[in-house]
């Protein structure tokens, strides 16, 4: 009654994210080629681009859905994991393309240690529970984050580059060799965590990477 939960998007009392709010959520209804901005669609990276990554699936638009934005930063920035449910159905809503149905597990973008233990949780890594369970698939918390590294938002995109470059390793419980991976995160703005992860699943034998995220913008 002192604190009463409101809507993160319209401030209307008794949900975190009510409906009205979820409804206006703009799905995308064609992907692109996360180099080169291509349309086409499965979000495939165009035989003339360059990327570790096979390709990156995106919800929805950051920029064209103030109310997706609001849920993202205050997951993100005011700790708020109770927000995750509404997220991850937006995940699991998506229809995905039957390239991601061959996938062989599921694997969150890590958070250091530090930061983790200061967040309390990793969005992506409860993000990944449901997007693994409508597939029928693994999930595995195969990445490790071994540099903490300054946080992406504050960094143009060179800088975003170079901040991430050796960040990731492989976890000694689990191996990528071969493997087809849906590799899942909140948001890609430049993709280079994306990249970067991929670089390092491929370096450890991944057959091919894939990305789902929430949002890009």
């Not at 008794?14 to 669609?41: A, Y």
């Amino acid at each position: 009654m002192i604190f009463p939960v409101r809507c993160v998007g319209c401030g209307t009392e008794g949900e975190w994210f009510c409906k009205g709010c979820t409804d206006k959520i703009q799905l995308n209804k064609i992907q692109h080629c996360p180099v080169c901005w291509r349309e086409n669609f499965n979000g495939k990276v165009c035989e003339n681009c360059r990327s570790e990554l096979a390709g990156v699936w995106v919800a929805a638009s950051y920029r064209c859905n103030p109310e997706l934005a609001a849920v993202i930063k205050t997951l993100k920035y005011k700790f708020s994991e109770s927000l995750v449910q509404n997220l991850s159905e937006i995940l699991v809503t998506t229809a995905l393309p039957k390239d991601y149905s061959e996938s062989q597990v599921v694997v969150p973008v890590p958070l250091h240690r530090k930061r983790q233990r200061w967040r309390g949780f990793n969005q992506a890594e409860l993000l990944v529970r449901p997007v693994a369970e409508k597939l029928n698939l693994p999930f595995e918390n195969m990445l490790l984050r071994v540099k903490n590294t300054p946080q992406q938002a504050c960094l143009a995109r060179h800088e975003r580059l170079q901040n991430l470059r050796g960040a990731f390793a492989i976890s000694p419980k689990f191996s990528p060799q071969n493997k087809i991976i849906l590799l899942i995160d909140d948001i890609a703005s430049t993709g280079a965590t994306l990249s970067e992860c991929a670089k390092t699943l491929k370096k450890a034998g991944a057959r091919e990477v894939w990305g789902l995220v929430i949002a890009r913008g």
